[in-house]
């Protein structure tokens, strides 16, 4: 997810013919692109800080027991 949102968020022009044809209201097509790969990063993100940290505390629960 992250990699993906980085590339769709990050590329120069609209990556699919389909969005430049149909764009978001109020959008052209690559800011709403590059708003898709922007959410794609945030949620990303912390799903792997969410991840991480039940990992962290799965650990210290078991060092303490």
């Not at 978001?24 to 898709?36: I, R």
């Not at 990303?44 to 629960?61: E, F, K, Q």
Request: proline share 6%; aromatic share 6%; glycine share 18%.
């Amino acid at each position: 997810a992250l990699f993906g949102g980085a590339l769709i968020g990050l590329a120069p022009r609209p990556l699919y013919a389909m969005m430049a044809m149909h764009p978001a209201p109020g959008l052209d097509a690559l800011a709403d692109q590059q708003l898709g790969g922007v959410v794609m990063l945030l949620v990303g993100g912390a799903s792997y800080c969410l991840g991480g940290l039940w990992l962290l505390g799965t650990l210290l629960r078991r060092g303490t027991a």
